[in-house]
């Protein structure tokens, strides 16, 4: 471990400069998180070993490995969690049949950090026979658990709220106090809706958050009677954030009409609420919690670039973040966990060129120890910068861009556009993968937070409902014009490609602007918008079939216009469609379906169907094959030599 002699420092950077080789940016990230334990004594990591998440342990003084948790076959470690200062409660992810991609499906497990007394204590896989013995004893449970407080007072108990098993998701939970050590459950209460609870985390119960089956938000109250829904036109839309039962003020982000989130405190005695803090662009990315009272004192935000705002001084602790900010300049910093004291932390630091380092904060010597590298492969110097810019529509709709240029290349570049998925999603600024592996081979890369995004407010999210097919895909074309017209990209050299909605843009877009693009592929894409209605997860439940109302439309005609699969007589560029078999939110027959009109009218296109995967592709194998594909695809239409394959272009 390097050792830090002085206030902060900048980690050294070793490698040397030149392209980053492709296998190296499709490996997995070797360690996805760090942990402290409640007093400071041990670390808690997650990282990969011979293809699998496994939990290793290490005692901090002297720094050493203590224990390990390693599942065999298809279960590896998922998200997990310091219950107290011995023992950690860890989900545990699996491989569905022969399913790439490792999905949680309920199973907690807990382990002592010297690896011993390893146990089942949630889910299918916690159930003991019950023999000639009045003691209680783990049983199975076909539910989803949320672990909502860890309960430091009660060392050997967490509470979890529960998400029944259900095929049409519609089965509401409970809220269960766990032993951690043998599993046994102790029913507190059930729940109001289908959703979840929240406690003021420290181990009272105080609101239950979820929605009704039009997809409505709901917010209930903890009461003596049970659970009683307030019946507040503010707080309805609102998630809680913490906050003190003595004192009666608590912490909601309120999701405004029409206008950007906002953090409230809200007295649940005398009902008076106090308006915190919003932003004129953006929504709250996440709130900064005191590191000893977990009281809320500041959020994050992500406009452009990420930032950070303080409402509360806490005790000195806004400015040592400030402090450890200008100390790690031009990049991201958060804490993953603190000990009970607040003293001592864990810090990942992490950006456009650095998907994430960690390091032991003392925060009352102000000493910072690099700890670990997620990818040491990787090398600051060797990847691409993100910029972020902006531009206003026509409509008067201000579009956030994120750019990735190959080194030291900053015009009338060949340029591929990556729409995100979602469509209610957004890109932030930060390391990712497919702009890394495509500026790395000379592409500039747009990505685009069209209408319909999140984290800009309610009225630039509903703006892309029904939008799908139509200013959604303006917004990106607009963002393509914008950068042909910034002389950033050759508008010669343009191509699309995206995943899921992403997917279905990288088709869509060129169906309704054929003159913007040279080649398109589309990955997971929803290319018929009918078939969401028939085939696929979303449609399972009330509250899927809602959205998709709320989203799409019932009218046929409209469906029809809006899905690329009706629509392939105004695609007349090459095309690249890849998908999984297993794909279950957007199954495999979108591609298929597609694949065969495309045949059938003579404009056979490239394709890519993997058997094991799902939606996106998680092996490193199958990820290699998928972008050394995507290279040749682009190389061969807007690569070097390209231009002199294509027609003029009128000027």
Request: contains cysteine.
């Amino acid at each position: 471990m390097r050792k830090l002699l002085f206030l902060f420092f900048l980690w050294p950077s070793l490698a040397l400069s030149g392209q980053v080789s492709l296998s190296d940016l499709v490996r997995h990230t070797d360690i996805q998180e760090v942990k402290i334990s409640p007093t400071g004594t041990h670390l808690a990591i997650k990282k990969l070993y011979e293809g699998e998440k496994i939990l290793v342990f290490m005692s901090i003084t002297p720094l050493k490995i203590t224990g390990l948790l390693r599942f065999r076959g298809k279960e590896e470690v998922g998200d997990f969690y310091w219950a107290n200062n011995e023992r950690i409660v860890t989900e545990v992810v699996s491989r569905k049949a022969a399913l790439e991609t490792p999905i949680f499906y309920g199973s907690l497990f807990a382990i002592n950090y010297d690896g011993t007394k390893g146990k089942n204590i949630f889910g299918h896989l916690a159930g003991e026979r019950q023999v000639g013995s009045r003691l209680k004893r783990a049983e199975s449970t076909y539910a989803h658990p949320t672990i909502i407080d860890t309960l430091p007072k009660e060392k050997n108990k967490i509470l979890i709220s529960t998400s029944p098993w259900a095929r049409d998701w519609e089965t509401r939970g409970e809220i269960l106090e766990v032993n951690i050590y043998n599993g046994v459950q102790k029913r507190i209460t059930g729940l109001p809706q289908v959703g979840r609870a929240h406690t003021d985390r420290n181990g009272n119960l105080i609101f239950a958050t979820g929605s009704n089956k039009n997809g409505e938000r709901e917010l209930y109250k903890k009461s003596k009677m049970g659970w009683e829904k307030l019946e507040n036109s503010i707080l309805n839309r609102s998630w809680p954030r913490g906050g003190n039962l003595e004192t009666g003020d608590f912490y909601f982000e309120i999701d405004r009409t029409n206008d950007t989130e906002q953090l409230v405190k809200f007295n649940t005695k005398t009902n008076e609420l106090t308006q915190i803090f919003s932003h004129d662009i953006s929504d709250i990315t996440a709130v900064i919690y005191h590191p000893k009272s977990d009281k809320p004192i500041g959020v994050y935000l992500h406009p452009d670039y990420p930032e950070e705002y303080f409402f509360d001084e806490g005790d000195g602790f806004a400015a040592y973040f400030r402090g450890l900010k200008k100390a790690f300049e031009g990049y991201r910093i958060n804490f993953t966990s603190f000990t009970n004291d607040g003293s001592l932390g864990i810090l990942k630091v992490y950006g456009d060129r650095l998907p994430g380092d960690y390091f032991l904060a003392n925060l009352k010597t102000k000493k910072v120890d690099f700890l670990l590298s997620s990818s040491e492969w990787l090398a600051p110097e060797t990847l691409n910068s993100m910029r972020a810019e902006s531009f206003v529509t026509t409509g008067n709709m201000r579009i956030g861009t994120y750019l990735t240029f190959p080194k030291e290349q900053t015009k009338n570049l060949p340029m591929v556009v990556v729409p995100h998925g979602g469509p209610h999603a957004r890109d932030y600024w930060g390391y990712d993968q497919e702009a890394q592996i495509l500026s790395q081979n000379g592409y500039l890369v747009l990505q685009v937070n069209f209408r319909g995004s999140t984290g800009y407010g309610d009225h630039f999210y509903t703006a892309g409902e029904q939008e799908w097919g139509g200013k959604i895909q303006k917004d990106i074309a607009d963002a393509v014009h914008w950068a042909v017209e910034k002389g950033y990209a050759d508008p010669r050299k343009v191509c699309i490609y995206g995943a899921s909605f992403g997917g279905y843009s990288a088709l869509m877009n060129p169906i309704r602007y054929p003159d913007l693009y040279k080649c398109a592929a589309g990955y997971v894409g929803v290319y018929d918008l009918e078939m969401m209605y028939k085939k696929g997860d979303i449609k399972r439940r009330d509250r899927g079939l809602a959205y998709l109302n709320r989203e799409l439309s019932k009218d046929k005609n409209f469906l029809k216009e809006n899905s690329p699969i009706h629509n392939t007589d105004k695609l007349n560029i090459p095309l690249f469609i890849i998908h999984g078999e297993k794909d279950e939110r957007v199954p495999v027959e979108h591609a298929e379906e597609l694949l065969k009109k495309l045949e059938k009218e003579g404009k056979p296109a490239k394709s890519l169907i993997v058997a094991n995967e799902g939606h996106g592709f998680y092996s490193e194998e199958n990820k290699m094959k998928l972008y050394t594909e995507l290279l040749a695809f682009l190389d061969k239409h807007i690569g070097i030599g390209s231009v002199e394959k294509q027609p003029a272009v009128n000027e």
